[in-house]
Nanobody, 123 residues
Framework: QDQLVESGGGLVQAGGSLRLSCAASGRTFSSVTMAWFRQAPGKEREFVAAISRSGGTTYYQESVKGRFTIFREYGKSTVYLQMISLKPEDTAIYYC????????????????WGQGTQVTVSS
């Protein structure tokens, strides 16, 4: 992937919903694992969710299971993160990432990164 561009962040009240999008350029979207990470102020970047190259398998951080859903749309070379029941602790910059290998939740193993989109959840 040459470029990843996120969108969809914003300010929402606790309990609300947001959908993040990540548009990937290049011609190899179907050959990369896609993931979302997040980084809160003063904290390390952490894994949130990932989806396999086929789209058939998804992975989630324990704290977002049941609230976040990752899915990909091949015709648009876009991956999404649907977030519901948002909590103040979900506040962070959310980054889209891609890697040519299989699933990983390890930041250094991702080759491509977007610029990030801010998600702020007020209490």
């Amino acid at each position: 992937q040459d470029q990843l561009v996120e969108s969809g962040g914003g300010l929402v009240q606790a309990g609300g919903s947001l959908r993040l999008s990540c548009a990937a350029s290049g011609r190899t979207f179907s050959s990369v694992t896609m993931a979302w990470f997040r980084q809160a102020p003063g904290k390390e970047r952490e894994f949130v969710a990932a989806i396999s190259r086929s789209g058939g398998t998804t992975y989630y951080q324990e704290s977002v299971k049941g609230r976040f859903t990752i899915f990909r749309e091949y015709g648009k070379s876009t991956v999404y993160l649907q977030m519901i029941s948002l909590k103040p602790e979900d506040t962070a910059i959310y980054y889209c990432a891609a890697r040519r290998g299989g699933y990983s939740d390890y930041v250094p193993e991702y080759n491509y990164w977007g610029q990030g989109t801010q998600v702020t959840v007020s209490s």
